[in-house]
Each structure stands twice: as structure tokens, then as C-alpha cells.
């Protein structure tokens, strides 16, 4: 079965930091583009951060560059999203999604497959 699965989310302080996971079941996580995603009550969803090992790709949103880092076990089949300083407005549901179709879908925000979701609460 071919399933995301997330974990990590919590409540922190401002100035926190907490290390999302997305572990794939059913398919080589490491073989197609990936991504992280957020989506805060009332406002769009919104790309964190994308990442293709074939395409030699990693890429952040400006609002979490030189704060997220996004990383994978190929051996886990995991992708994680390290994130520090965390912020008020960093507060959402975030969630990994998968492309079989490479990374400009990922970047349109339109994964082929997606989990259900971590929620990241960053009090102020």
C-alpha cells in the first residue's frame, strides 16, 4: 500500500524547534520528488520546502529559509523537516507529498500523494 505517513508536530515555544517526519510506505521514497507543505487555518496552502534526488534539487520558501532544513533516510525511507527559530506565523497543519511525475508538480502543489497531516503549534 502506498501511504505518507507524518509525525512529529507539537506545541512550542517562539524560538523552538521541532523535526517533522514523513515516513513512505509501498515505494523507494528516494526515487521521486518530494516536498513539504503547510496550510494555517484561513489561509492557502503553502510549499515549505521540495527536494529530488534525481533532479538534484532542494529548495526552500523564503518565509523558512536559513531556519528549515530538509533532509531523508534512504534507509528509513523518510523525509524529515528540521525547523528552529520557530515562529508565531509557523504555525499550521503541515503535511509531505510525493510526485511521481517529478519536481514541477511538487512546486505547483499538486503532490500525487500526500498524508494526512502533522499539526505544529508555535506559541508567542
Known amino acids: 500500500q502506498v501511504q505518507l505517513v507524518e509525525s512529529g508536530g507539537d506545541l512550542v515555544h517562539a524560538g523552538g524547534s521541532l523535526r517533522l517526519s514523513c515516513a513512505a510506505s509501498g515505494f523507494t521514497l528516494d526515487d521521486y520528488a518530494m516536498g513539504w507543505f503547510r496550510q494555517a487555518p484561513g489561509k492557502d496552502r503553502e510549499g515549505v520546502s521540495y527536494f529530488s534526488s534525481s533532479e538534484g534539487i532542494r529548495d526552500y520558501a523564503d518565509s523558512v529559509k536559513g531556519r528549515f532544513t530538509i533532509s531523508t533516510d534512504v534507509a528509513k525511507n523518510t523525509v524529515y523537516l528540521h525547523m528552529t527559530n520557530l515562529k508565531s506565523e509557523d504555525t499550521a497543519v503541515y503535511f509531505c507529498?510525493?510526485?511521481?511525475?517529478?519536481?514541477?508538480?511538487?512546486?505547483?502543489?499538486?503532490?500525487?500523494?500526500r498524508g494526512q497531516g502533522t499539526q505544529v503549534t508555535v506559541s508567542s
Open positions: 507529498g510525493v510526485s511521481w511525475g517529478g519536481l514541477v508538480r511538487i512546486e505547483r502543489g499538486l503532490p500525487d500523494i
